[in-house]
């Protein structure tokens, strides 16, 4: 059964620093582009980032770029997104998505169910 897990939201004070993690099951995911998608009450869903599998080419949402980083370990079937410089309008529900192919152009089609992410002082 294709599954997500992900980890390592929580409370954190403006400035400061998180990594998610998305640990993947019942598929390889390494065939696949991983995506980090976000959403804040009242919100709709946001593109945060996405890290093919075909090249490992990674491509982030303005709100995004030049502060988190993703990453992927296919040995451990995880996909990590590092969040440094966090802002309190980064507060969100972040979830990962699955690709429907090896590249990032093809949408997704399965989801986690999220971490959650506060960045308040």
């Known amino acids: 059964q294709l599954q997500f897990v992900e980890s390592g939201g929580g409370l954190v004070q403006p400035g400061g620093s998180l990594r998610l993690s998305c640990a993947a099951s019942?598929?390889?995911?390494?065939?696949?582009?991983i995506g980090w998608f976000r959403q804040a009450p009242g919100k709709e869903s946001e593109g945060v980032s996405c890290?093919?599998?075909?090249?490992?080419?990674?491509y982030y949402g303005d709100s995004a770029k030049g502060r988190f980083t993703s990453s992927r370990d296919n040995a451990k079937n995880t996909v990590y997104l590092q969040m440094n410089s966090l802002k309190p309008e980064d507060t969100a529900v972040y979830y990962c998505?699955?690709?429907?192919?090896?590249?990032?152009?093809?949408?997704?089609?399965?989801w986690g169910q999220g971490t959650q992410v506060t960045v308040s002082s």
């Open positions: 998505g699955k690709g429907r192919g090896p590249g990032c152009q093809g949408g997704f089609g399965s």
């Open positions: 890290i093919s599998s075909s090249d490992g080419s990674t």
């Open positions: 019942g598929f390889t995911l390494d065939h696949y582009a």
